[in-house]
């Protein structure tokens, strides 16, 4: 039973526009979403995050939008640069759980296009 | 960079041989973890350590045992590896919140993964 979902294993955008990459979750109890990038041969490195009692956190060309009520997020990256081409994880972690155990989706990976 | 190193980077290996790797960390955080990504899965936690000797199970820990008798190694073993096995583990350290004031909940340092085929 997966918690975290990416429902698009991939995406394609124009260099210059805007990608959004979106994230379902089913469990209540999760206190912080994050979102990780990760590029081919390379451990994941994290992007942004987000707390669950806020609804939009932005940092630089990176935005993170939460929407509890539908349980599901999202993250833009605008504008979109060839550089961003990796794979993105969503991750979440259960409140009151160690720092580190998060649930992760299965990626998707976003693919920017000169 | 935050300094972790895994060993090997890539090893293959015959069913029912035992198999460690190893996670090195120079960073002195205390928590360390063992992911493991598969294609379809995303990452799934195996084990994590909260302290030298302290140890606890992940999602995925069934055939995997962890041992920490130093701050900077974890130690990710499979007794008989199997070829469910076969994947890229990951190692990831993290600070306690009480230690970095400006930790940001969740946020990990992973290390550049290790390849492992099980024949």
């Known amino acids: 039973d997966q918690q975290v979902k990416q429902n698009s294993p991939s995406l394609s955008v124009q260099e210059g526009r805007i990608s959004i990459l979106n994230c379902d979750y089913t469990n209540s109890m999760f206190d912080y979403f994050l979102w990780y990038k990760k590029y081919p041969a390379e451990g994941p490195t994290f992007l942004i995050s987000?707390?669950?009692?806020?609804d939009k956190n932005e940092d630089g060309r990176f935005t993170v939008f939460l929407n509890k009520s539908a349980k599901h997020l999202s993250l833009h990256i605008v504008p979109s640069q060839p550089g961003d081409s990796a794979v993105y994880f969503c991750?979440?972690?259960?409140?009151?759980?160690?720092?580190?155990?998060?649930?992760f989706g299965k990626g998707t990976k976003l693919s920017v296009k000169p | 960079d935050a300094g972790i190193t895994q060993s090997p980077r890539h090893k293959v290996t015959e069913t029912g041989t035992p198999v460690t790797l190893r996670c090195h960390q120079t960073?002195?955080?205390?928590?360390m973890y063992w992911y493991r990504q598969d294609p379809g899965h995303g990452l799934r936690l195996i084990h994590y350590s909260y302290g030298v000797k302290d140890t606890d199970k992940g999602e995925v820990s069934d055939g995997y045992s962890v041992s920490r008798s130093k701050t900077e190694d974890f130690l990710l073993t499979l007794e008989s590896a199997t070829s469910s096995q076969t994947s890229v583990y990951f190692c990831?350290?993290?600070?306690?919140?009480?230690?970095?004031?400006?930790?940001?909940?969740?946020?990990?340092?992973f290390g550049e993964g290790s390849r492992l085929t099980v024949l």
């Open positions: 991750a979440a972690r259960v409140y009151g759980g160690s720092q580190g155990n998060l649930i």
């Open positions: 987000i707390s669950s009692i806020k």
């Open positions: 960073e002195n955080h205390r928590y």
């Open positions: 990831a350290i993290s600070e306690s919140p009480r230690t970095s004031g400006s930790l940001i909940a969740g946020e990990l340092f």
